[in-house]
């Protein structure tokens, strides 16, 4: 591709859950410092290629680079050690730790070695999780949690961040402070995929559009080619 050097590339991505097959040959790539959304109605398989790139399911077929290197079908662990943090619709906070302790779990170099996430920098990052840094991560909100994930994710100080459905559910305010993070993110250079529905959301923060329907892409370009294209939405994302 063009542009940006390509930090994630997929590339013809199958994946099944047990008999049924999800994904067909999905493929897009992301650049460095790009945003990527992909977009799509409930059970199009956003979700599940997330899963496949994280390989918490690993793909029957295809690649997953990251920089050039070929990762699908590892360990998730060892996909997370390559630059890879994921960050799941249900959230998954450890309960029964304070927010501070959540943070400190996760905490590890980058890629180069560089530790440019500190607890320190998570909570400047989200000034809203500072006077609940000592609260069990169990008793915050919902959208208490979904920032608490995110800046979790962001401890590993990944090149690729996933994000599943970030704004799902959540009151504006929250919904705001993510998408200024995101922003943020992009020009400091991470590469980020958003899995989302909210259109408004989504085009707020991506710099690209990609289109799945019935688990394989079916449109992709940047954001003014996609808000040119109304056939789009209402062929593949209008309930």
Request: proline share 5%; aromatic share 6%.
């Amino acid at each position: 591709m063009s542009g940006p050097v390509s930090e994630l590339a997929v590339d013809g991505l199958d994946a099944a859950y047990g008999t049924s097959q999800v994904l067909f040959g999905v493929s897009f790539e992301v650049g460095r410092g790009e945003t990527l959304a992909l977009m799509g109605r409930n059970g199009a398989g956003k979700s599940t290629t997330f899963k496949a790139i994280a390989g918490v399911l690993p793909p029957r077929a295809g690649r997953v680079s990251l920089r050039g290197d070929d990762v699908a079908g590892r360990k998730p662990y060892r996909i997370a050690r390559c630059g890879v943090a994921y960050v799941p619709e249900d959230r998954q906070v450890f309960p029964e730790h304070t927010v501070e302790e959540n943070l400190e779990i996760a905490q590890k170099r980058g890629l180069d070695g560089g530790v440019g996430w500190s607890v320190a920098r998570a909570f400047d990052s989200f000034p809203l999780l500072v006077p609940l840094r000592r609260r069990l991560a169990g008793r915050l909100s919902g959208g208490e949690q979904q920032m608490l994930t995110i800046a979790r994710a962001l401890m590993g100080n990944p090149a690729v961040l996933l994000l599943d459905e970030p704004s799902e559910g959540l009151a504006p305010l929250i919904v705001a402070e993510i998408g200024r993070l995101i922003r943020e993110l992009r020009a400091a250079g991470t590469t980020i995929v958003l899995a989302e529905q909210n259109s408004r959301f989504c085009l707020a923060v991506a710099t690209r559009v990609a289109v799945i329907d019935k688990g394989s892409i079916v449109w992709s370009g940047n954001v003014a080619q996609f808000q040119a294209d109304p056939t789009v939405q209402s062929r593949y994302l209008q309930v």
